[in-house]
């Protein structure tokens, strides 16, 4: 939790309404008893009474405060509450908070998030506060009032929570406490994987835990032939139905499993179109960020040992080898970090990615950068199986046109930079780099059955 520090407006002070009772009643007290007038004095009764009511219930002391959030990280589409914590005073009736707009955060209603049950609120725009109220002689917990904010994230990355605004009204609202800006919080936002599947097994099997069978005899899920029984063989492999009718014993052989280490380069030089988080169009980052997040846990669900590494000046990010779901949210808390830069003073031939012999490199990149496309044929001419993947987003979706219609000059430039991403495309193809679009589940299969059969036709 973070505590404010005192401020201008961390008192209690009166509001106009109390100045308009007491100006009232010294106006009228006067008027009425020179000039005789008992209306006036019935007229301005009320205003005395709250008046003095006012006066009486005053709050003294200051509500303390805090702000929290319901979840350390949360995926993007998912919804989070913020939770100021106020201590109710004697004197104080309501108490409020709001929180300022942010991009990419989208406000939930305020009546579900206090029921716990958050909704949409169909009305709020993108990067809309929310905002709840509460009334202050309600039940506390821990002694503390707590005002639920729900807010839901639509786009991956660190996303700021607050300034939070928390206040409180006193009796008849005469007295009135804050706005308090209360410290942001930082939430980090996971990428939602996109929808990928392949069925294709990942070619070059290394490792001695995985779920792709390996050409050699091993302690595998798989039945490989009967044999007789060894030395050091398990009691539990005993083929008991041969054994008795050959009187001798004999036990089942199987494959042995293995995995792949599987590097995932994604390419953050760039970021070409306009972002509409979870709900509007994607820019070619988010494509590639979450394409990336979904190759990365496919095979992480397939035993496979995965690595990451981002390609960027600004956040030049680098997770090892690892498997596993723990590593699986290791990689997600990397891609969220990302931000586009261009390297210019970088050379793509130099940069050590630590990959050794029998890795699959999959590559995700719109290509616009040629640095991409020079060290996807540097790794391919050390004799690794290289993948790109093409997450460049569709031009009119994406708004990268709509971004260009006010300057010709723009969308001239942008048309030869396009001829030219084909012409280095079909260049580096032709050094035997496989390239295929991003179109989610089955992008991979074709390309990973054709490296699997070159890689048993290799070692035949």
Known sequence: MTTVSSSR?????????LLRCLAVVVLTAPVALLWRRPDLVVLATPFAVVLAWSLATRPERLPGRALALSHGQVREGEQVL???????VPGAEVLAAASAPAPFLRGVGPGAARHGRPRDDPHAPEGAGVGTVLDAAGPTVEGRRRLVLGLRPTRWGRRRIGPVQVGAVGAWGSYRWGPVPLDPLTLPVLPQPAAFDSAAPAPHPRGLVGAHRSSRPGEGSEFASLRPFQVGDRLRRIH????TRTGELHVTASYADQDTHVAVLVDAHYDLGTSGGTDGPASSLD??????????????QQGDRVSLRVLSARTPLTVPTGTGRRHGVRILDTLSRVVPAVA?????RRVHLGVGEGT????VSALVSPDA????????????????????????????????????????????RMLERDREIRAIRAQGVAVVPWLGPGSLDVV?????????RAGV
């Open 373 to 416: 496309l020079t060290q996807a044929a540097t790794l391919a001419a050390r004799g690794l199986s290289v993948v790109v993947v093409d997450a460049l987003v569709d031009p009119q979706q994406g708004g990268v046109v709509a971004a260009l219609d006010r300057d010709p000059l723009a969308r001239t430039a942008w048309r030869i």
């Open 82 to 88: 913020a939770v100021a914590e106020v201590e109710p």
């Open 448 to 456: 990973l059955r054709e490296l699997a059969h070159r890689g048993r």
């Open 9 to 17: 407006r961390d008192r209690w002070a009166p509001t106009h309404a």
């Open 240 to 243: 008991w139905p041969r054994s």
């Open 287 to 300: 494509r590639s960020v979450r394409a990336a997040a979904a190759v990365c846990e496919h095979f992480l």
């Open 344 to 348: 210019e003073e970088t050379d793509p």
């Open 360 to 363: 699959l490199v999959v590559m």
